[in-house]
């Protein structure tokens, strides 16, 4: 009888174990639960506060000259809802397509620093130390060759949060004679 007793007692003893250990488990799921919430929370509000640098515009400031030097006229644009502390840099090259010259980023030409309000910008020169010759242009007028301009945009927001933009634009074809720049078929993002 008393073993019968003790058999029971354990058998309970074990059934409540079971139920602590469910809940033991759901309220740590809980507050895991809550903690990712919480992390997701907080990404989405500096998502949605953060400045949004972009270059919306960029056109040659004159017609491509031989011999002279290129410059771009462009525009830097914060989106966003906070100022952007802002660096830019730019590379200019010319070749057959965009892949054939590879530029790395941080051998760019110095550009500018500065800092744009909220919905807001700010116009740009870039001026290149690289000139075309005559045979140089009419290549890219007839698109065997052309001109890539690109730029990095390197912005900090008021926590110290850093981000990037990168931009290509091209010149080649019936827009040598017009100075506008199309974009490229790759080297753009936003980070």
Known sequence: MTFLAVCTQAWIYNRQLQEMQKSTNAAANAAKAAQDSLAFAKENAVRDRRPWVTMPFAVCSKPLTPNEPIEVKLKIANSGKSVALVETSYRFFYASSESEHEVEWNDNE???????????????????????????????????????????????????NSYKTRVCVQCSGEVVDTGHLVSCETGGEVR
């Open 110 to 160: 110095p550009g500018s620093v500065g800092m744009i309000i909220p919905d807001s910008s700010y116009d740009l020169t870039a001026t290149s130390t690289l000139t075309l010759t005559k045979d140089q242009i009419d290549a890219a007028r007839r698109k065997a060759k052309k001109l890539f301009f690109k730029v990095e945009i390197r912005y900090k927001d008021s926590e110290g």
